[in-house]
């Protein structure tokens, strides 16, 4: 499974890269304007820190907009993936898109049929929100589940960007369900780094090295 950071804090996205905990980014206006500033000059640091793929949000809500945004977007970097809203103008600019090989991320999804849509549109990553399903009583792990099951039917290659996660048991739900990414806010990547019987282990370890050695290698 990959790890994708949503965020759009440069200092969160380098400290996780150091780590090794991730393969890639997503932002969103939202993030972003979180952060303030010129947001190219931000969408340009993270590029630089992040190989892998960095998705950055259309805010067109044409087809022709979003594909000339999407175009806008692709000049920062090979590794930018466009985020299209799951609108009947975002199918069609996705379609589009994949027709020129631009890889798309269609977020804002909330039902299964969406995801259906977006993956026959030629979506790269579909991005089911579960934490925003979960906060209106429904449950975002049950559309997952749903997605992964209608994507291996048929033979659907869009990945499953499990978005809008709020706690490590999302992340862990998310992998034995089948998810193929999930996207985690750092204070939550940060949250299943730790276990307290681990630091509780290493307390013990390095004690008894000090007693063993005075603490000396
Ligand atoms: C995903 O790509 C989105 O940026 C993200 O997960 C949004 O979720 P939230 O606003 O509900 O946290």
Do not use: C
């Not at 931000?42 to 000339?68: F, H, N, Q, T, Y």
């Not at 039902?111 to 429904?138: C, E, H, M, N, W």
């Amino acid at each position: 499974m990959e790890f994708f950071i949503d965020t759009a804090s440069i200092d969160d996205i380098k400290i996780a890269t150091e780590q090794g905990l991730i393969d890639g980014v997503t932002t969103n206006p939202t993030l972003l304007s979180r952060e303030g500033g010129d947001w190219r000059v931000r969408a340009r640091e993270i590029l630089d820190v992040v190989k892998g793929p960095v998705s950055l949000e259309v805010v067109a809500e044409d087809a022709a907009g979003m594909i000339s945004q999407a175009h806008d977007l692709k000049k920062m970097g090979d590794n930018v993936v466009v985020k299209i809203p799951m609108t009947p103008e975002g199918l069609k600019a996705v379609k589009t898109l994949s027709g020129e090989g631009i890889h798309t991320n269609v977020t804002l999804v909330f039902s299964p049929l969406q995801a259906l849509l977006a993956a026959k549109a030629g979506g790269t990553y579909v991005s089911p929100f579960i934490g925003r399903l979960d906060a209106i009583g429904d449950s975002g792990m049950n559309l997952v589940e749903e997605i992964r099951t209608i994507f291996d039917n048929y033979g659907y290659t869009t990945k499953i960007l499990v978005a809008s996660v709020r706690h490590p048991m999302h992340v862990l739900e998310a992998a034995l369900v089948g998810a193929d990414v999930a996207t985690v806010p750092f204070a939550v990547l940060q949250q299943f780094v730790h276990h307290p019987l681990t630091d509780k282990g290493l307390e013990s370890f390095l004690a008894d090295w000090h007693k063993l050695t005075g603490g000396k290698w």
